[in-house]
C-alpha cells in the first residue's frame, strides 16, 4: 500500500494560482494512472485532472486550459497547477493512485473568492 499527503491549497482570489502537491511514501514510478479529484460541499468527489505513468493526461472539461497535472516518478510526488482560479474551484482536493482503491490522500481545502 501507500500512504499519499496533499499539500498546497489555501485561500486565493479569483483569477489567482495554486500549485498542489501529492507526496507518496513510496516510488510512483510503478504506478500506471495517478489523479486529482475534487469535492464541493454538497457536491460529489469528481475527477479533476488523470495522468499515466509515462505522461498522457487528461482532465475535465471545467478545468481544461486552466489546470496542468504532472508527476516526478524520481520524486515520487504527484502535481496540479491551478491558473484562473473561479470560484467553482473551491472544495477538498484529493490526490489517487488509480489501480488502488483505497490509496487516497487525506484532501487539501482549496478556497477561491470572488
Known amino acids: 500500500q501507500v500512504q499519499l499527503v496533499e499539500s498546497g491549497g489555501g485561500l486565493v482570489q479569483a483569477g489567482g494560482s495554486l500549485r498542489l502537491s501529492c507526496a507518496a511514501s513510496r516510488s510512483i514510478i510503478s504506478f500506471n494512472d495517478m489523479a486529482w479529484y475534487r469535492q464541493a460541499p454538497g457536491k460529489q468527489r469528481e475527477l479533476v485532472a488523470a495522468?499515466?505513468?509515462?505522461?498522457?493526461?487528461s482532465y475535465a472539461d471545467s478545468v481544461l486550459g486552466r489546470f496542468t497535472i504532472s508527476r516526478d516518478n524520481a520524486g515520487s510526488t504527484l502535481y496540479l497547477q491551478m491558473n484562473s482560479l473561479k470560484p467553482e474551484d473551491t472544495g477538498v482536493y484529493y490526490c489517487h493512485v488509480v489501480n488502488l482503491p483505497r490509496a487516497w490522500g487525506q484532501g487539501t481545502q482549496v478556497t477561491v473568492s470572488s
Open positions: 495522468i499515466a505513468s509515462r505522461g498522457p493526461t
